[in-house]
Nanobody
Framework: QVQVVESGGGSVQAGGSLRLLCTASGSIRKIEVMGWFRRVSGKKRDLVAQINSDGATRYADSVKGRFTISRDNAKNTVYLQMNSLKAEDTDIYYC?????????WGQGTQVTVSS
């Protein structure tokens, strides 16, 4: 089993910055991909940013140029630097870890941006 724990959420004014962290632990063989999702509407979680083991990244159009994803493979940790935050970025952000044994989610961390 793999445990996923997020941290770094909080409240900030529009234009501000936050940095999210997510660490995977447990029975880890190889983490292929790490990413951040948020639940914009309904029950579907939308991709915010994703990074593969080779460093390739992918971003939602709405966050390109404002958010940066990075990872430390030695620490099984992924970071999401969020700059120029907007009110519409308010949501619960979930970390997703794609490991050899399966796909794992964290419990989520709240990000609130006030305008």
């Amino acid at each position: 089993q793999v445990q996923v724990v997020e941290s770094g959420g909080g409240s900030v004014q529009a234009g501000g910055s936050l940095r999210l962290l997510c660490t995977a632990s447990g029975s880890i063989r190889k983490i292929e991909v790490m990413g951040w999702f948020r639940r914009v509407s309904g029950k579907k979680r939308d991709l915010v940013a994703q990074i593969n083991s080779d460093g390739a990244t992918r971003y939602a159009d709405s966050v390109k140029g404002r958010f940066t994803i990075s990872r430390d493979n030695a620490k099984n940790t992924v970071y999401l630097q969020m700059n120029s935050l907007k009110a519409e970025d308010t949501d619960i952000y979930y970390c997703n870890v794609g490991e050899f044994s399966g796909n794992y989610w964290g419990q989520g961390t709240q990000v609130t941006v006030s305008s």
